[in-house]
């Protein structure tokens, strides 16, 4: 089994930055396709961005130009820097990874779950 383990939330105004990372370890047989998701309360769990297994990363469009995802196999870990932060942005978000080769930014592509890293945007 994965275990994911997020760090690098926390508080920042509007137009801050932070780097999250997601480590994974645990019993890991093969490379992996990891991604970011983020749900606020009352929402849903959405998509942030993703990495699949052949290096092919995408970002969801509330994102695009202020993230910069990526991953390091050697590690096995997973990298979101998130730039001009904005207050809509506050939510816990969360590390996922599978073994399919290629995902999409939907929840139920991904097995294997972080506990979440709570990021919060003051305006």
């Known amino acids: 089994r994965v275990q994911l383990v997020e760090s690098g939330g926390g508080s920042v105004e509007t137009g801050g930055s932070l780097r999250l990372s997601c480590v994974a370890s645990?019993?890991?047989?093969?490379?992996?396709?990891m991604g970011w998701f983020r749900q606020a309360p009352g929402n849903e769990r959405e998509g942030v961005a993703y990495?699949?297994?052949?290096?092919?990363?995408a970002v969801a469009d509330f994102v695009k130009g202020r993230i910069t995802n990526t991953k390091d196999n050697a590690k096995n870990t997973l990298y979101l820097q998130m730039n001009n932060l904005r207050h809509d942005d506050t939510a816990k978000y969360y590390c996922?990874?599978?073994?399919?080769?290629?995902?999409?930014?939907?929840?139920?592509?991904?097995?294997?779950w972080g506990q979440g890293t709570q990021v919060t945007v003051s305006s």
């Open positions: 645990g019993y890991i047989y093969g490379r992996f396709s």
């Open positions: 990495v699949n297994i052949d290096g092919h990363i």
């Open positions: 996922a990874a599978d073994y399919k080769i290629r995902v999409a930014l939907r929840p139920s592509d991904f097995e294997y």
